[in-house]
């Protein structure tokens, strides 16, 4: 068994000197940083010719963002540079968004204050209570949340913010958290293991494993089937599933494994569409949202199917045609600078047919037929 134990603070080492990315703080170092911000916009207030100041945020567009590959690592992932966009109180199109900024800053400053932590759904119910004028909407929150870390230049979590997780983990797999007896992921059952959305603890659990392979599954419906039919049992590997677009303890959670365990392939299977591909980057690349934070998730995931070559083994009655969303997630992966050539002929492919293949359509072989698929993938290693 291999045991380790990761960083969540530990970094990189950079090829690109204008990388902008947040710090991760103590408590009282981020309260620190919001008591700067405000005391600075005291201090333009009380200047002998006051005037409100812009906030000078980290631009997260895509004309902002980079894919940088570090010099000791084979990880990819997204960053954004040094440039910045402006939120002005005395625009009419960015005026909430100004006030909304320091709304979010003082509850963090609370929660910090309190020692607690909380979900970004908890802070919106907090803030719709608070101030229904500004927050009438999760993405609100979840938006003016990235606008404080751009500004104030620090981890989410840092500010008291947790991760909501919806990842589960079975297979080869023992975690112990701090002072808990170990838990064995092969023995959760078709459920499996769910992932904590305390990054801080999911940073110091200790994880054991005698697997070869870390497997990342698209759909629940999937790794319900896959861990049924204990599909660990003959491929020694570790099931994770975030049931569809990944969230951050997920991701978290993947790049901790991908630290603690780093001669362990991560292999991603997920639908044959536009979606499936871009649940895959994000896991891989991570996201031009979360630029400042991406590599602390970014881990080297190699795409094991459903892929073009495997559309022989599909009835034609299986494939269904391109949704319009699929064609909108298929165009913005396509301007993108992250995708690979190999990745990018795929997509071009899904594009050209007109058509996507779910992992389902591979029940027609039978329902414990998904085994036997990942199982020749490996040993054939047809993954990119």
């Given at each position: 068994?291999?045991?380790?134990?990761?960083g969540?603070?530990?970094?990189?080492?950079?090829?690109?000197?204008?990388?902008?990315?947040?710090?991760?703080l103590?408590p009282?170092?981020?309260?620190?940083?919001?008591?700067?911000?405000?005391?600075?916009?005291?201090?333009?207030?009380?200047s002998?010719?006051?005037?409100i100041?812009?906030?000078?945020?980290?631009?997260?567009?895509?004309?902002?963002?980079?894919?940088?590959?570090?010099?000791l690592t084979?990880?990819?992932?997204?960053?954004l540079?040094?440039?910045?966009?402006?939120?002005?109180?005395?625009?009419?199109?960015?005026?909430?968004?100004?006030?909304?900024?320091?709304?979010?800053?003082?509850?963090?400053?609370?929660?910090?204050?309190?020692?607690?932590r909380?979900?970004?759904?908890?802070?919106?119910y907090?803030?719709l209570c608070?101030s229904?004028?500004?927050?009438?909407?999760?993405?609100?929150?979840n938006?003016?949340?990235?606008?404080?870390?751009a500004?104030?230049?620090?981890?989410?979590?840092?500010?008291?913010?947790?991760?909501s997780?919806?990842?589960?983990?079975?297979?080869?797999?023992?975690?112990?958290?701090?002072?808990?007896?170990?838990?064995?992921?092969?023995?959760?059952?078709?459920?499996?293991?769910?992932?904590?959305?305390?990054?801080?603890?999911?940073?110091?659990?200790?994880?054991?494993?005698?697997?070869?392979?870390?497997?990342?599954?698209?759909?629940?419906?999937?790794?319900?089937?896959?861990v049924?039919?204990?599909?660990?049992?003959?491929?020694?590997?570790?099931?994770?599933?975030?049931?569809?677009?990944?969230?951050?303890?997920?991701?978290?959670?993947?790049?901790?494994?991908?630290?603690?365990?780093?001669d362990?392939?991560?292999?991603?299977?997920?639908?044959?569409?536009?979606?499936?591909?871009?649940?895959?980057?994000?896991?891989?690349?991570?996201?031009?949202?979360?630029?400042?934070?991406?590599?602390?998730?970014?881990?080297?995931?190699?795409?094991i199917?459903?892929?073009?070559?495997?559309?022989?083994?599909?009835p034609?009655?299986?494939?269904?045609?391109?949704?319009?969303?699929?064609?909108?997630?298929?165009?913005?992966?396509?301007?993108?600078?992250?995708?690979?050539?190999?990745y990018?002929?795929?997509?071009?492919?899904?594009?050209?047919?007109?058509?996507?293949?779910?992992?389902?359509?591979?029940?027609?072989?039978?329902?414990?037929?998904?085994?036997?698929?990942?199982?020749?993938?490996?040993?054939?290693?047809?993954?990119?």
């Amino acid at each position: 068994m291999e045991e380790s134990s990761g960083g969540i603070s530990s970094m990189k080492f950079f090829s690109d000197q204008h990388l902008s990315y947040a710090d991760i703080l103590l408590p009282h170092e981020a309260r620190a940083r919001i008591e700067v911000s405000v005391l600075n916009l005291l201090r333009i207030l009380n200047s002998p010719d006051p005037a409100i100041s812009d906030l000078s945020l980290i631009n997260r567009k895509r004309s902002n963002s980079c894919i940088n590959q570090g010099v000791l690592t084979d990880v990819s992932y997204i960053f954004l540079s040094t440039s910045f966009t402006k939120t002005s109180l005395t625009n009419a199109k960015t005026a909430k968004a100004f006030v909304r900024v320091w709304k979010v800053m003082e509850m963090c400053f609370q929660i910090l204050l309190q020692e607690k932590r909380v979900t970004q759904r908890e802070l919106f119910y907090k803030l719709l209570c608070d101030s229904p004028d500004y927050f009438s909407s999760q993405i609100e929150v979840n938006r003016t949340v990235q606008d404080v870390v751009a500004l104030l230049r620090c981890s989410r979590y840092s500010l008291g913010i947790m991760a909501s997780s919806r990842g589960l983990v079975a297979g080869r797999l023992f975690l112990q958290e701090p002072g808990k007896e170990a838990v064995d992921c092969s023995a959760c059952g078709s459920s499996g293991f769910a992932i904590t959305g305390d990054l801080n603890l999911l940073d110091n659990t200790i994880m054991r494993s005698d697997a070869r392979y870390i497997i990342i599954v698209e759909k629940h419906a999937i790794f319900h089937r896959l861990v049924e039919d204990r599909v660990f049992n003959h491929i020694p590997c570790v099931f994770i599933t975030a049931k569809g677009y990944p969230d951050i303890a997920t991701r978290f959670f993947v790049h901790r494994m991908s630290t603690t365990f780093p001669d362990l392939p991560i292999l991603a299977l997920v639908d044959w569409n536009p979606a499936g591909l871009a649940i895959l980057c994000t896991f891989k690349f991570g996201s031009i949202g979360m630029g400042l934070e991406a590599y602390r998730y970014a881990c080297n995931v190699k795409w094991i199917g459903l892929r073009g070559d495997d559309l022989n083994l599909i009835p034609e009655e299986s494939l269904v045609p391109l949704k319009p969303k699929d064609s909108q997630i298929a165009k913005s992966l396509l301007s993108s600078k992250i995708l690979q050539d190999n990745y990018r002929d795929e997509l071009s492919l899904m594009v050209q047919t007109g058509k996507r293949a779910e992992i389902e359509a591979l029940y027609c072989h039978g329902y414990d037929y998904l085994g036997k698929y990942i199982a020749t993938k490996i040993v054939q290693g047809k993954y990119i």
